[in-house]
């Protein structure tokens, strides 16, 4: 079992940063993805970042060069720096961890609201 707690999230200008980040409740070094993934109002959840235990990372086509996902493996934290902000990037924010054992195990955080807008 394993709990996310994200935080980070608000309101900000369009051209605005912010850095969200996803705590773990327990070491994330053998954790295989850990990732964000985002709701728009209206939409369905697409992923957003991902990085696997290793550090390989893949974004969506509309995050990149924007987007940088990082791991701290001594904190059991994931970031999700987002720069250039635009209102398309408005969403709920959700971190997602995958471990494969016996089965996948999927666990989610709560999310947190992003909203860009004047």
């Known amino acids: 079992q394993v709990q996310l707690v994200e935080s980070g999230g608000g309101l900000v200008q369009p051209g605005g940063s912010l850095r969200l980040s996803c705590a773990a409740s327990?070491?994330?070094?053998?954790?295989?993805?850990m990732g964000w993934y985002r709701q728009a109002p209206g939409k369905e959840r697409e992923l957003v970042a991902r990085?696997?235990?290793?550090?390989?990372?893949n974004y969506a086509d509309s995050v990149k060069g924007r987007f940088t996902i990082s791991r701290d493996n001594a904190k059991n934290t994931v970031y999700l720096q987002m720069n250039s902000l635009t209102p398309e990037d408005t969403g709920v924010y959700s971190c997602?961890?995958?471990?494969?054992?016996?089965?996948?195990?999927?666990?989610w955080g709560q999310g947190t609201q992003v909203t860009v807008s004047l």
């Open positions: 997602n961890c995958e471990i494969l054992g016996d089965k996948l195990y999927d666990y």
């Open positions: 327990r070491s994330i070094f053998s954790i295989n993805y």
């Open positions: 990085i696997t235990s290793a550090g390989s990372t």
